[in-house]
């Protein structure tokens, strides 16, 4: 069993910055691949960007690249999202989960979900 939580989200104006970070329980965080995925009302939830168990690789979504970069730090058990040049579009809930996979896209291949953090971006 893992547990994740999520902190960093707020209120924002377009065009700042938030931190997202996502700390994991047990010992077998390095062992994950890790991924951001958002749902905003309304729509459907997407991901937002994922990196492989050791940060070798990574993604991210086209809609945020330049924006949004994904990292993690295993002797922390901790991932992130930097979200820089934040736009009103990027209103959403924000999830991290964890997967057994290398680098997976799709929300079947991720296991474990935190409760997610709201992030706001007004105009």
């Known amino acids: 069993q893992v547990q994740l939580v999520e902190s960093g989200g707020g209120l924002v104006q377009a065009g700042g910055s938030l931190r997202l970070s996502c700390a994991a329980s047990?010992?077998?965080?390095?062992?994950?691949?890790m991924g951001w995925f958002r749902q905003a009302p309304g729509k459907e939830r997407e991901l937002v960007a994922a990196?492989?168990?050791?940060?070798?690789?990574?993604y991210h979504r086209d809609s945020v690249k330049g924006r949004f970069t994904i990292s993690r730090d295993n002797a922390k058990n901790t991932v992130y999202l930097q979200m820089n040049s934040l736009k009103p579009e990027d209103t959403a809930v924000y999830y991290c989960?964890?997967?057994?996979?290398?680098?997976?896209?799709?929300?079947?291949?991720?296991?474990?979900w935190g409760q997610g953090t709201q992030v706001t971006v007004s105009s």
């Open positions: 989960t964890t997967s057994r996979s290398r680098l997976p896209r799709l929300a079947t291949e991720y296991e474990y």
């Open positions: 047990g010992r077998t965080f390095s062992t994950y691949a």
């Open positions: 990196i492989s168990s050791s940060g070798g690789s990574k």
